[in-house]
Each structure stands twice: as C-alpha cells, then as structure tokens.
C-alpha cells in the first residue's frame, strides 16, 4: 500500500469517524465532563520489536481519531490508522533481496487518564486499549541455488505467498497533551502494541515463526475540541 493510497483511506474514514463523532456525542449521557467533543490527527513511527524486528525496519504512520472527555481525567477516543512494514532488516535476515510486506489498517479504543498536571498547560497520561486489527504479510517469489560448484548445487523456488486476517490487539503506554487554548491540544504518545496474530516460518529462507506481532508506537498529534 503506497502512502497516496494511505493518505486517500485517511480522507474517507476521516469522513465516516466525524459521523461517529456526532453519533458518540449525541448518544452520551449529558453531563458537564462529557460535554467537550474533539477530533484530530497527527503522524507516527512504528517500530517492530522481537522476531518481527528481525525481518522488518521501522516505518511511519498516520493516524485519525474522535472521541470525547467522560470525566474531569479520562478521555475516550476512537482512532484510525494504517502503515506499512516493507523494508527488510537487512542486518537480520539472510537474503538481502527478499521482497516482503507487512500492511496494517488498525481501529481502537482509547482511553487516556490523567496523572499528573504539570506546568505550561501540561498533562501527562497513562494511555491504553482495544484494537482490531486488518493485516496482510506478502512475500513476492523468490529462488535462490545452495551449492558451491554445479555437482552439488540444489535450486529452491518460492512461489508468492500472501495471508491477511482479522485480529484482536492491545495497547499501553504514556501521552503526554499541550493544551495553550481550551478548543487546541497538542502533544506526543508512545506506547507499545501486541496483536494476537502469527506470521508463520519460513525456516529454508532463514525466518522464524512470528507468534504475536509487537511494536511500538510512538508520534505527535493536534486535536481540536468543542463544548457541546
């Protein structure tokens, strides 16, 4: 998935999670602490951990969300985002010309609890969640011969393999949120992810299986919100 087709999913969901934000609001008990709706986006860099980290190099994300204040500390959002792993570790893995692919188009949960207030208008936050997980793992064809004269040389082939499903995640992590004004917020998160998936072996092109796919996530977001 190139970052112009990214970028053209985020626009169309963008429009379906601003009707889920009137539909939260207008479905909330109204109280004073739920009254302030907000909706914003930001970019992020997604970092695999373990056995994913040994066939992929980190890559950016982008990311939408909507939600809404449910008390004078929790924050309850919905987010959107979607990314990419498709640049080999090329210090992990042994071919170094493998072509390979591990795509995400992510939904959650979110909930954000305030900790501490600092100064300048700062806060920072214990973050955490549900996910629903989109995935697909592509691995184009590949061949390679193991012999070092013609007498002994064995040519393996590999033919395309693709697999993509639906999977349950979680995350935790910290926020920490700028707000200068009472409509504007800015800040940075990072958090760490785990997604109830395996991605399976390829033990005669050296990778192992992947049981869980972790990451971490971290990245910098704006949100605007209102009083309802």
Partial sequence: MSKIVIK????????????????????ALRTP???????????GNMIPLNRLGQRFMPTESYFINAGWRRDEKTTVQLQYYAFKFDNINKTKTTFKDLKMSLAFQIVGLIYDY?????P??????????????KWAFNRK????????????????????????????????????????FSFLHMGIRAQYHFVIA????????????????????SGIFIEISKEF
């Fill in 8 to 27: 053209q999913r985020i626009k169309q969901l963008s429009r379906i999670l601003l009707v889920v934000f009137f539909v939260l609001g207008a479905g």
């Fill in 33 to 43: 602490a739920q009254s302030q709706k907000m909706i914003g986006g930001g970019v």
């Fill in 114 to 118: 305030e900790v501490i207030q600092l």
């Fill in 120 to 133: 300048l208008w700062t806060s920072l936050y214990l973050t955490g969640g549900f996910t629903l997980n």
């Fill in 141 to 180: 064809a590949y061949s390679y011969i193991d012999g070092s004269d013609s007498t002994s040389a064995i040519l393996y082939e590999f033919d395309d393999y693709q697999r993509d499903d639906w999977s349950w995640g979680g995350c935790a992590g910290l926020t920490l949120r700028v707000s200068p």
């Fill in 198 to 217: 395996e991605l399976w072996p390829a033990l005669k092109l050296d990778m192992e299986k992947v049981s869980g796919l972790e990451f971490i996530e």
